[in-house]
């Protein structure tokens, strides 16, 4: 019967993290001893100040339909928080608020793409631009960089890209999932090309925003010609550890923002109420009361990247950001394992998981068949066993 399936839902791939941290509980339910790599998800709880404050929203009875494109409360406060955190100013009439930074960005690509338009993705980008983009019948035009250049987009790659075809660039800056961080002289390398180009609008996804351990976070928006063109996408997911309250938000210019909520409100109605108030009551405190986990992730970078500097055939760039390591692993491939033939980055990472019981993600889903990706959210212990396992299981 599945034959009966719509060619759009055929023709997409399922979300890897996803399938793999699926995979992960069901061999831990099975019994199996797994550690989870897989999963780009803080593994700290919600600091108590933001659960006090859903706590009271249920109490107060947030619970009705919001407006479509947030409340305006929150609208205000993200309002504040561009202003502040990224000097950009935008009004509450071009903020949408939806179901996660995932939302977000369908409601950009449904609003903006038409059939055929191309979107450049410098490879690796996060597994979800591919799909919403081809989603939305339009072309994701991989452009693949490598560990030379810290996985980043040259602004000679990136003019190469374009086509007149070309409507949008799609990144991620922390990019997930090479940790790089875009320094604002390198966003201005971009701009300088983009400029000649007036017509391609840029999607910059910068959920990992405080999770940066090198410099200044850079807003593509800010430099001169692209504020007009840029949705800069967001969300508290990864800085305020709140993944399963599904809170991500965009700022635009209002008639992007409007055609979001207009879709939106064909879709969802808008974003969950609770979430919403305790999404005020985050952004509104200073970035200073969640250092302690951007502290904590750096050391567990650290750490990681000490441990796999052991590990012959796993080469690693220093990620600046974010909460991964993505190393090249290409080495393996043509090798055999415990009898086992590896070929690519899919096999090693299954590999992994049937032989060193770890989760990890394969690079393809990322436009990177070179690499795996491992995530180090998750404990010091943990981290410190899985990389244990990982060399016994490739040695
Ligand atoms: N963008 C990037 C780069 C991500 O890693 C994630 C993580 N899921 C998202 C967007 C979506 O986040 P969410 O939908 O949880 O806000
Ligand atoms: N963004 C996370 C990841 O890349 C969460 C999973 C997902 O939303 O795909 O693993």
């Known amino acids: ?4 399936l719509s060619e759009r839902i055929q023709n997409m791939a399922t979300s890897a993290t996803l399938a793999m941290a699926a995979k992960a509980r069901e061999l831990r339910g099975e019994g199996k001893d797994i550690i989870g790599l897989s999963l780009g ?3 700290f ?3 108590d100040f933001i659960k006090e404050a859903g706590k009271q929203a249920i109490d107060e009875n947030y619970s009705s339909y919001t407006p479509v494109n947030g409340y305006a ?3 205000q406060a993200i309002s504040k928080k561009f202003k502040r955190d990224n000097g950009l100013d935008y009004s509450e009439k071009q903020i949408v608020v939806s179901s996660g930074a995932k939302q977000s960005l369908a409601n950009v690509a449904m609003v903006l793409l038409n059939k055929g338009d191309e979107v450049i993705l410098p490879a690796p980008f996060w597994v979800s631009y591919h799909d919403i983009v081809k989603l939305a019948e339009a072309v994701p035009i ?6 030379d250049t810290d996985f980043k987009i040259t602004p000679q790659q990136l003019e190469a890209a374009i086509t007149p075809r070309t409507k949008m660039l799609w990144f991620s800056s922390p990019c997930n999932p090479s940790g790089s961080v875009y320094s604002e002289e390198e966003l201005e390398g971009l701009a300088a090309v983009l400029r000649k180009h007036p017509n391609i609008f840029i999607a910059s996804d910068e959920i990992y925003e405080h999770i940066n351990f090198r410099s200044e976070h850079a807003s593509i928006a800010n430099l001169d010609g692209m504020y007009e063109r840029t949705i800069t996408v967001n969300g508290v997911s990864k800085a305020f550890a709140m993944t399963g309250w599904r809170i991500g938000y965009i700022g635009a210019a209002d008639w992007i923002a409007s055609a979001c909520t207009k879709f939106q409100g064909q879709i969802t109605s808008g ?3 609770i979430a919403q108030r305790a999404t005020i009551t985050a952004l509104e405190a200073p970035p200073s009361k969640i250092q302690f986990m951007i502290d904590e992730f750096k050391q567990r970078r650290d750490l990681v990247l000490g ?3 052991e590990i012959p055939g796993f080469k690693v760039n220093v990620p600046e950001g974010a909460f991964y390591v993505f190393p090249d ?3 393996f491939f043509g090798r055999t394992l415990k009898g086992v033939q590896i070929n690519n980055s899919s096999d090693l990472a299954m590999y992994l998981l049937e032989h060193a019981n770890v989760a990890t993600v394969t690079g393809e889903a990322f436009g990177a068949p070179n690499c795996i990706r491992i995530s180090y959210a998750a404990s010091t212990e943990e981290l410190v066993e899985a990389i244990k396992r990982i060399k016994e299981a490739v040695s």
Not at 1 to 4: D, E, L, P, S, V
Not at 142 to 147: A, G, L, R, S, Y
Request: hydrophobic share 40%.
């Open 1 to 4: 019967m599945k034959q009966h």
């Open 329 to 331: 692993v290409s080495d």
């Open 73 to 75: 409360e929150l609208r």
């Open 271 to 273: 974003a969950n109420a």
């Open 41 to 43: 998800e803080p593994d």
């Open 307 to 309: 441990l796999l500097k």
């Open 45 to 47: 709880n919600i600091p």
């Open 142 to 147: 991989m452009v693949p960089t490598t560990i």
